[in-house]
């Protein structure tokens, strides 16, 4: 298990995100030692789901608009299409990833969560994968696409759909724990 104490990470979600995406690496990361905060642009809870079948209600942690980047080492961005298509029209979640993009902080993002970063802007000449839906859309705003079960490109790491999640969360916390150490050195 890795050692992520002490870091915070910034969870951004909505109704529709889907529920796998988002419980099975926030308790992989309370396991490890980081500190999650599931933001929302709702207070109260979210709506999950299962594929196409709705899942369980999950509690918000704090409303988006009081995230700020400054006070986190890192953000997962758990897909499901409902939440990301949501997220992407959500002016501070999108200023939130800008910010995190702009300090060097690692950015983690799995099936539809790229959604955001295309519509903050950031995708342009990075590597990533996703769910496979969205290859056309990141390929349109300058992403280099490929079909793999996770993609890392410096401070990012991407993966595909929720049967990758187990690669995706030793990917992550391999880049939160290289994050985190050059941040103790600092």
């Known amino acids: 298990m890795p ?10 979600a909505t109704d529709g995100v889907e529920q796998a995406e988002l419980t099975e690496p926030r308790k992989f ?3 490890a030692g980081a500190r999650t905060i599931l ?8 709506q999950a789901m299962q594929h196409s079948d709705k899942g ?36 501070n979640a999108r200023g939130f990833v800008r910010e995190m ?29 996703s ?17 793999q079960e996770v993609v890392r490109d410096n401070n990012w790491v991407t993966s595909r759909q929720p049967s990758d999640i187990p690669a ?3 990917a992550m916390a391999e880049l939160f724990t290289l994050h985190g150490k050059r941040n103790r050195a600092a």
């Open 101 to 129: 993009h702009k300090a060097g902080k690692p950015i983690a993002a799995i099936c539809h969560a790229p959604w955001l970063l295309i519509s903050a802007g950031l995708v342009k000449g990075r590597k990533m994968t």
């Open 168 to 170: 995706f969360n030793n």
């Open 131 to 147: 769910y496979y839906t969205i290859q056309d859309d990141l390929r349109n705003a300058g992403a280099q696409w490929s079909d």
């Open 29 to 31: 990361l309370d396991q």
């Open 3 to 12: 050692d992520l104490k002490g870091l915070r990470v910034a969870i951004l």
């Open 56 to 91: 369980d209600k999950l509690k918000v942690d704090q409303e988006i608009t009081q995230a700020d980047p400054s006070e986190f080492d890192a953000v997962l961005l758990p897909g499901g299409a409902l939440n990301a298509d949501h997220l992407r029209m959500d002016e």
């Open 39 to 46: 933001f929302s642009p709702k207070t109260g809870q979210i």
